[in-house]
C-alpha cells in the first residue's frame, strides 16, 4: 500500500494494537506525515515519516495526501514552539500544542493538501540558543508513556522533541537514540549532552539532557530536573540513585 496523511487533529495517540484499549507507544502531532500500511476500518496501521515508527491509529485523525501534496508540505516545514496556537480549520477552531508541525514562514494562511488553515492567535516564536533552556520549558510535564506533547510526555519523547526544535532528528526510543551521537567521558560532558541509563539487566530504559553543571532534565514522573553524578541520577528531594548510568553521548 503506498498511501500517505498527515494528521489533522492536535494530538492522536498511536497504540499498539488496533483497538482504544491497546497502550498507547507514541502520538502524532498536528501537522505530522504519515505512511499507512495497512485499513481495517476504523483503524490504520502506520509509519511515521520521521523516526519509522509503526502502530495503530484512528483513522478519523488523518487525511490522506497525494505525494505531489505531501512533498509540498514537507518542503516548508518547521517546529512550532510556542505552547498553543489557535487556527481556524475547515471543521472550526482548533488548538495546536508545541511540538506541533507548521509552515517555515509563518504567514496568516497555509494549505497541508486541499485543507486550508488560518492563524487565529499567534505569538513571535523565539527558541533559546540553550538546549537546556527549550528542555525547560516542559518542567513539571506530566509522564505519560508514548506521549509527545507537554500535556504528556516520556523520557524518550522529551529528547526527541527538544531536539528537534535544533533539527536534530532523534528516533522515538531511548535504545534507538542510544544508537546516534558521539559518546563522552563524564569529565568532558558539557550542556546539552544527552545522558543514558540503564536496568540491572544492562538495557538501557531512561535518557535525559544534561545541563553540564551538574544537573539533568528527565521525564520521571514529570519532568524535572536532578542531580547528575558518574553513577547516575541523584534524586533532588531525597538524594537516592534512581537511575545508573551508562553512557554519555553528544548529539
Not at 41 to 69: A, R
Not at 141 to 152: A, V
Not at 154 to 180: K, M, W
Amino acid at each position: 500500500m503506498n498511501k500517505t496523511a498527515y494528521c489533522f487533529v492536535s494530538i492522536s495517540p498511536v497504540r499498539a494494537e488496533n483497538k482504544d484499549q491497546s497502550e498507547i507507544v507514541t502520538q502524532l502531532l498536528f501537522g505530522e506525515i504519515i505512511h499507512i500500511l495497512e485499513m481495517h476500518e476504523p483503524w490504520f496501521k502506520i509509519k511515521t515519516y520521521f523516526d519509522n515508527y509503526e502502530g495503530w491509529i484512528d483513522s478519523k485523525h488523518v487525511h490522506f495526501l497525494t505525494e505531489k501534496e505531501m512533498k509540498r508540505w514537507l518542503g516548508g516545514l518547521t517546529i512550532q514552539y510556542n505552547l498553543l496556537e489557535t487556527i481556524k480549520t475547515p471543521w472550526g477552531v482548533q488548538r495546536i500544542v508545541k511540538g506541533s508541525y507548521v509552515p517555515s514562514f509563518k504567514e496568516l494562511f497555509f494549505k497541508i493538501g486541499e485543507d486550508k488553515f488560518e492563524y487565529i492567535s499567534s505569538q513571535v516564536e523565539k527558541i533559546p540558543s540553550s538546549i537546556f533552556q527549550t528542555a525547560e520549558d516542559y518542567l513539571n510535564s506530566p509522564y505519560l508513556w508514548g506521549g509527545k506533547s507537554p500535556f504528556g510526555i516520556d523520557c524518550s519523547g522529551f529528547t526527541q522533541q527538544v531536539f528537534r526544535f535544533y533539527d536534530i532528528n532523534l528516533p522515538r526510543d531511548a535504545a534507538q537514540q542510544l544508537e546516534h551521537g558521539l559518546e563522552i567521558e563524564f569529565d568532558d560532558l558539557q550542556e546539552g549532552d544527552v545522558a543514558f541509563f540503564k536496568n540491572k539487566a544492562g538495557k538501557t530504559t531512561h535518557v535525559g539532557i544534561l545541563d553540564g553543571k551538574g544537573h539533568i532534565i528527565h521525564s520521571s514522573g514529570h519532568v524535572r530536573i536532578d542531580f547528575f553524578t558518574n553513577q547516575g541520577i541523584i534524586n533532588s528531594e531525597n538524594k537516592s540513585l534512581t537511575h545508573q548510568l551508562n553512557c554519555i553521548k553528544r548529539m
